[in-house]
């Protein structure tokens, strides 16, 4: 069966910080992934998805950026964080190649930027 | 572009009465929908999706789904709610995409809480 793994599942970073947030799949191979961030009382904005190692596309400008560098691998990243930053990071992961494909996600890293 | 309305954003319900969730889409494809569960602090569970076909869809926990194309409406149900239903539910919808390189996005709406009263 798949799993998929975040971590770490919390982070307090300072204001400057640079960020690294992992993201891996196991059980599939070339799964779509994506990058969401749910903001305090706010729903799902999706950052980044994934459809193949090295190929990223972004949804939104910003502060943040994503990286593929293995099949199963997805590391969401910023060389400085900002405090509009902070949020509930969530990894998901689907079926790549089909038209519907249904999204599973990690269990999410609490990411507060002081 | 697609949207997903959720217009409650707070629900309290007792326990042993009936949920319902409203969920309104716009899009102008054929659209699939999603009902997803999210415990606090914890990732999205999957309670149920609708592609084609009945167009009552029934899911984990005792959950279903009706879907109305006329209304652009997938309302989420539970006949009899649990203390263990308080939660943040999320609707989402996606396209039918028949090309990898789409990613298969999905655009959820802002969610609704629920609150279970003893």
């Known amino acids: 069966s798949q799993t998929i793994h975040q971590w770490p599942a919390t982070l307090v970073q300072p204001v400057g910080s640079p960020l690294s947030l992992e993201c891996t799949v196991e059980?599939?191979?070339?799964?779509?992934l994506y990058w969401y961030r749910q903001a305090a009382g706010r729903g799902l904005q999706l950052l980044f998805y994934?459809?193949?190692?090295?190929?990223i596309s972004s949804e939104v400008p910003q502060n943040l950026s994503a990286s593929r560098p293995q099949d199963r691998q997805f590391i969401l990243s910023s060389k400085k964080l900002l405090l509009s930053d902070s949020g509930f990071y969530l990894c998901?992961?689907?079926?790549?190649?089909?038209?519907?494909?249904?999204?599973?996600f990690g269990p999410g890293t609490r990411l507060t930027v002081l | 572009a697609q949207s997903v309305t959720q217009p409650d954003i707070h629900i309290t319900v007792s326990e042993g009465a009936s949920l319902e969730l409203r969920c309104n889409y716009s899009?102008?494809?054929?659209?699939?929908l999603f009902w997803y569960v999210q415990s606090p602090g914890q990732g999205l569970q999957l309670l149920l999706k609708?592609?084609?076909?009945?167009?009552l869809v029934q899911g984990i926990k005792g959950f279903e789904a009706e879907f109305k194309r006329s209304q652009s409406s997938f309302n989420l149900r539970k006949p009899s709610v649990h203390w263990s239903d308080a939660a943040e539910y999320f609707c989402?919808?996606?396209?039918?995409?028949?090309?990898?390189?789409?990613?298969?996005?999905?655009?959820f709406g802002g969610g609704t809480r629920v609150l279970v009263k003893p």
């Open positions: 994934s459809i193949g190692i090295d190929q």
């Open positions: 998901a992961w689907s079926i790549g190649g089909t038209s519907t494909d249904t999204q599973y």
């Open positions: 609708y592609f084609s076909g009945d167009t």
């Open positions: 989402a919808v996606g396209a039918l995409r028949r090309i990898k390189a789409a990613g298969n996005k999905l655009t």
């Open positions: 899009y102008g494809a054929t659209p699939y």
């Open positions: 059980g599939t191979s070339n799964p779509n």
